[in-house]
C-alpha cells in the first residue's frame, strides 16, 4: 500500500456495509430509577457525534479539557430526550424538552417529585428541572459552571438545589501575551518528587490565569420557582461541595495557589471547610499543600485528610480518612489508615471510627449500629470487609471478610443501596433489620452466572436468593423492595437484547419492563463459547470465541481470525485462570470495536487470557515477553485445534496497553501475519515513573523496562503493523509520540507498516467519521495481509 505524500490529507473512509449503519444508529436508552423505585425514566442517547462537534474549542488546563464557550465538559456525551413511565405499568409520558436538547448531569430530587437536568446551549449551560408529577419542565438557572465535578447538586429538603455558577461580573478571558516576558523555568530543590506522565497539564502563567477565570465559581442556591440565585460563600476553584443529609450544613472543596506544573489539579493544595446553610464558615477541617511528592506506589496517597464527605446515613457527621505511614506504602507500619467522625458543632476532637492495616477504598454506610468499610492492598491483591458500628465509635470492628480481589470464584458480591429520605445512598436491610443484600457477576469455571444474596450482619453468612440460569445473563440493577422478594434485573442471552424485568423471586414471575429492539439485527446469528485451554507450566487460561453469522466449522473449516486481547498482572496462579467471561452475553459490537470483523467473515478470539504472574518476591513482569508468548501460543494452538481458525492466518491487535502487547507479540514469536495496535506505548523508558500495574521505576528495573519495550526489538518485527492513535490522546502513558516513534523506527527498518492520525480524538475514538475510519483501516489490514496473505509466513 503506497504512503500518502507528506504533508496531504487523507479523505474519511468508510467500511463495509451494514457495518455503517450500525454505527451510526442511536444506542438504546438509559434507565433512570426514581428514589422511592415506583417509576423510572428513559433517557434516549444520541449516535456518535460528527468530527466538527470535537472540532470544537478547547482548553485543556491542569487535567481537564473544557469548552470555554459554554464554560462546560469538552465533547461531553448528551442525552436529547426524557420519557416517563411506572414500575408497574401504564402509558409512558413524554417530556417537552427545550429546543435542540442536549442533556446531561440528570438527578432525582430526593422524593422523586423532580428530575433535574444541564442543559448545553449554544452559549453556556443552564439547569432545568422536570416536575415529573406532570412531565412539565422549567428553567430554574444559567451560567453554570461544569468545568470541574458536577455543577448542581439537590439539597435534602428537595425544594432547592446547590449550583455552581459564573461570578457574577467576570471579565474576558486573559489574552495570551504576544511577546513572552522572559523563560518558562521550573526548579526542584533536592526534594524527592516522582510523577507518572500526565496529560494536558498547566505549562506557563498565562494557562494559570485561564485556569482560575473559568474554573472560579460561585457556589449558589437556587429554588424550584426559577427565582434569583442566593450566593452562599465567597467565590473560588470549588472542586467539590454538599449539603449535609440534616440540610443544615454544607461542605465545600476549593483549590488554591500555588498551582504546578508536573501534577493535575487533583493534587493542588485544597481547603475542606464546613459552611452553615447561608454560606458563613463554620470550622475550616484541613488546609492540605500541594501534593507534587506523592510516591508513585500503588497505595501511595497524599498525607491529611482525604475522600472527605458526609456520613450519608447521620444528619450532621463529616467523615474521612487519613493516612497514618505518611502516605508512603514502602515505610514499615502496621497501621496504614484511619477513619475518622466529626458531629456537629464540629468543635470536638475527631473521634477514629476504624484503623486499618491497609488502605481504606471505601464505606457503605448504613445505620448507627452498622456499617461496611472496605480496605485493599496492591502488592498482595488483598481486600477486606469490617462491620462498625459509626453511633459507637468505642465498639471494636469485625472482620467479615479476608480475601484476595482477583480471586473471581469466591467474590461474595457489593452490597445493595437504596437513597434514604435525603436523597443519600445507604445500605438496604431486610424488613428484620438482620440482614443486608449482596448481588454479584458469580464468577464460576462454566462462566459468569449473577446472583443475589442475603448476609447477616452479625455472623456474615449469607443465604442464596437467587441465581441467573441458562440461557440467560441476568443482573441486579436494583431492589424494589425491602424483603429482598422483588428486584429489578437486566437480562440478555445469545439471541436477545438487553431488557429489564421486574422479578418476583418468592412468585417466581418475571415481567418485561422494557422492550428494547436489537440495535443491528443485521449482525444476527453471531455465536459465541468459553473456550479452556492451559500453557506449557499448568496455567489455566479461557477465552471467549466468536465466529460470524451461519458459520458451521465442520462445513465451513477453518477461519481467518483476529485475536483481541489485554495483559493483566497477577500474584496468583489459580486467580490468573479464572473465567471471567458468559457465554450468554448478547454480542453487537458498536464504536470502533474489533468484533465488527465478524461480519467480514473472521472467527475473533475475544479477551483471551493474557495473564502476567508474579508469585512471592518474583515481579510479575520480570518475565513478562516469556509468558505473554506462553499464553499467545496457548490460544492459537486451542483455536486451531478446535478447527476454528487457519493457522497461517490469524492476526492479532489490542488497543492501549493491548496495543502494547500487540506490538510485543509481533517482535518475540512468528504466531501471527500481522498486527494492529491501536493507542499504545511502545517505548517504556518514556515512562520512567511506572506504567498500567508496574510501580518500580525505570531507575530500579532497568533491564525490564528494556525488554518489555517493543520500542527494542523493532528490527525483529517482520510482520506488517497497522498503527491508530489518537491525536490529543489524554491518558497518561500513551503520548500520542509514543506511536510516532515507533513508526519512523519500524520504517527505519523496513518494515511495513501504516500509521494513521485520527484528528482531535483522544484515548478512544468518538467521532462517527474516526470510527468508521479506523473500522476500515482495520479491516483492509486485516484482509490484505491475514485473510489474503500467501501459504508461507
Not at 480481589?405 to 436523597?423: E, H, V
Not at 477465552?543 to 481470525?561: C, F, I, N, Q, V
Not at 489518537?726 to 506511536?739: A, H, I, M, R, Y
Request: glycine share 8%; hydrophobic share 35%; with cysteine.
Amino acid at each position: 500500500m503506497s504512503e500518502v505524500v507528506p504533508g496531504s490529507t487523507a479523505k474519511y473512509r468508510i467500511p463495509p456495509d451494514p457495518i455503517p449503519a450500525v454505527v451510526t444508529a442511536e444506542p438504546p436508552p438509559a434507565l433512570s430509577l426514581s428514589p422511592d423505585r415506583s417509576g423510572f425514566a428513559l433517557l434516549g442517547r444520541r449516535a456518535l457525534p460528527g468530527i466538527a462537534d470535537l472540532a470544537q474549542p478547547e482548553l485543556r488546563l491542569a487535567g481537564v479539557r473544557i469548552d470555554p464557550v459554554t464554560n462546560g465538559p469538552s465533547s461531553p456525551a448528551h442525552f436529547h430526550s426524557v420519557t416517563l413511565a411506572s414500575v408497574s405499568g401504564g402509558a409512558p409520558r413524554s417530556v417537552d424538552l427545550p429546543p435542540d436538547p442536549r442533556l446531561s448531569e440528570l438527578r432525582w430530587s430526593p422524593d422523586g417529585s423532580w428530575l433535574a437536568f444541564v442543559h448545553t446551549t449554544s452559549t453556556g449551560l443552564e439547569l432545568w428541572g422536570i416536575e415529573t408529577g406532570t412531565a412539565r419542565t422549567r428553567r430554574l438557572s444559567d451560567r453554570l459552571n461544569g468545568t470541574l465535578g458536577c455543577s448542581y447538586q439537590w439539597e435534602p429538603s428537595g425544594v432547592s438545589l446547590l449550583v455552581k455558577r459564573i461570578p457574577d461580573g467576570r471579565g474576558q478571558a486573559p489574552e495570551k501575551p504576544a511577546v513572552p516576558s522572559g523563560p518558562l523555568i521550573q526548579e526542584n530543590l533536592g526534594k524527592t518528587a516522582p510523577g507518572r506522565t500526565y496529560q494536558d497539564l498547566l505549562k506557563a502563567p498565562h494557562e494559570e490565569r485561564l485556569f482560575e477565570h473559568y474554573f472560579a465559581a460561585q457556589l449558589c442556591r437556587v429554588g424550584l420557582d426559577g427565582g434569583p440565585a442566593e450566593p452562599l460563600g465567597d467565590p473560588g476553584i470549588i472542586s467539590d461541595f454538599s449539603a449535609a443529609p440534616g440540610g443544615e450544613f454544607l461542605l465545600v472543596e476549593r483549590l488554591k495557589r500555588p498551582f504546578s506544573y508536573v501534577v493535575p489539579y487533583y493534587r493542588f493544595p485544597t481547603d475542606f471547610s464546613i459552611l452553615d446553610a447561608r454560606g458563613g464558615v463554620v470550622r475550616q477541617l484541613a488546609d492540605l499543600p500541594l501534593a507534587e511528592d506523592v510516591p508513585v506506589a500503588f497505595d501511595a496517597v497524599p498525607t491529611g485528610p482525604r475522600n472527605v464527605q458526609w456520613r450519608a446515613d447521620a444528619p450532621d457527621t463529616v467523615v474521612w480518612v487519613e493516612a497514618l505511614d505518611g502516605g508512603d506504602p514502602r515505610n514499615a507500619a502496621e497501621e496504614r489508615d484511619r477513619v475518622y467522625s466529626l458531629t456537629v458543632p464540629f468543635t470536638g476532637t475527631p473521634e477514629p471510627l476504624i484503623t486499618l492495616e491497609h488502605r481504606c477504598v471505601g464505606v457503605f454506610w448504613g445505620r448507627d449500629d452498622f456499617a461496611m468499610v472496605f480496605s485493599r492492598w496492591w502488592n498482595t491483591r488483598s481486600e477486606r470487609r469490617f462491620a462498625i458500628s459509626p453511633g459507637t465509635p468505642s465498639a471494636p470492628p469485625r472482620l467479615l471478610a479476608d480475601r484476595s480481589y482477583q480471586n473471581l470464584y469466591d467474590d461474595p458480591g457489593m452490597p445493595a443501596t437504596i437513597r434514604n429520605a435525603a436523597g443519600r445512598f445507604v445500605l438496604l436491610f431486610t424488613a428484620d433489620g438482620e440482614e443486608i443484600f449482596l448481588s454479584g457477576d458469580g464468577a464460576s469455571p462454566r462462566g459468569d452466572y449473577p446472583f443475589l444474596d442475603r448476609m447477616s450482619i452479625h455472623s456474615g453468612g449469607t443465604t442464596r436468593l437467587g441465581r441467573a440460569e441458562d440461557p440467560y445473563y441476568e443482573e441486579v440493577a436494583a431492589m424494589l423492595g425491602p424483603s429482598g422478594d422483588v428486584v429489578l434485573t437486566r437480562r440478555e442471552a445469545a439471541a436477545e437484547p438487553p431488557n429489564y424485568y421486574v422479578r418476583n423471586l418468592r412468585e417466581g414471575t418475571v415481567r418485561a419492563l422494557t422492550d428494547f429492539p436489537d440495535p443491528a439485527p443485521e449482525l444476527a446469528g453471531i455465536t459465541r463459547e468459553i473456550v479452556a485451554y492451559a500453557r506449557p507450566d499448568g496455567v489455566s487460561l479461557s477465552a471467549t470465541l466468536l465466529t460470524p453469522p451461519g458459520y458451521d466449522r465442520e462445513r465451513d473449516g477453518p477461519l481467518p481470525m483476529l485475536v483481541w486481547a489485554y495483559p493483566r498482572e497477577f500474584r496468583d496462579a489459580d486467580a490468573a485462570g479464572q473465567v471471567d467471561d458468559s457465554p450468554n452475553r448478547f454480542s453487537r459490537p458498536a464504536g470502533a470495536s474489533h468484533l465488527f470483523l465478524l461480519n467480514q467473515g473472521y472467527a475473533i478470539l475475544d479477551g483471551p487470557a493474557m495473564p502476567i504472574i508474579g508469585v512471592d518476591e518474583a515481579e510479575p513482569n520480570d518475565s513478562y515477553v516469556e509468558q505473554l508468548v506462553a499464553n499467545a501460543k496457548a490460544a492459537v494452538d486451542r483455536t486451531v485445534e478446535l478447527g476454528v481458525a487457519d493457522r497461517e492466518r490469524i492476526g492479532i491487535g489490542g488497543h492501549s496497553y493491548g496495543a502494547f502487547m500487540a506490538a510485543n507479540l509481533l517482535a518475540h514469536s512468528d504466531l501471527f501475519r500481522a498486527g494492529i495496535a491501536r493507542s499504545g506505548a511502545y517505548n517504556r523508558t518514556l515512562t520512567p515513573f511506572g506504567f498500567q500495574q508496574e510501580q518500580r521505576t525505570y531507575w530500579e528495573a532497568p533491564d525490564t523496562y528494556h525488554r518489555m519495550s517493543p520500542f527494542t526489538y523493532v528490527d525483529r518485527i517482520r510482520a506488517p503493523v497497522l498503527l491508530i492513535h489518537g491525536e490529543v490522546d489524554n491518558n497518561s502513558g500513551t503520548f500520542p509520540l509514543q506511536s510516532e516513534r515507533f513508526y519512523h523506527a519500524l520504517k527505519g527498518h523496513g518494515a511495513t507498516v501504516r500509521y494513521v492520525v485520527l484528528p482531535h480524538e483522544s484515548h478512544g475514538y468518538r467521532a462517527r467519521e474516526s470510527v468508521l475510519h479506523a473500522l476500515a483501516e482495520m479491516i483492509d489490514w486485516m484482509d490484505r495481509y491475514v485473510k489474503n496473505a500467501q501459504s508461507d509466513k
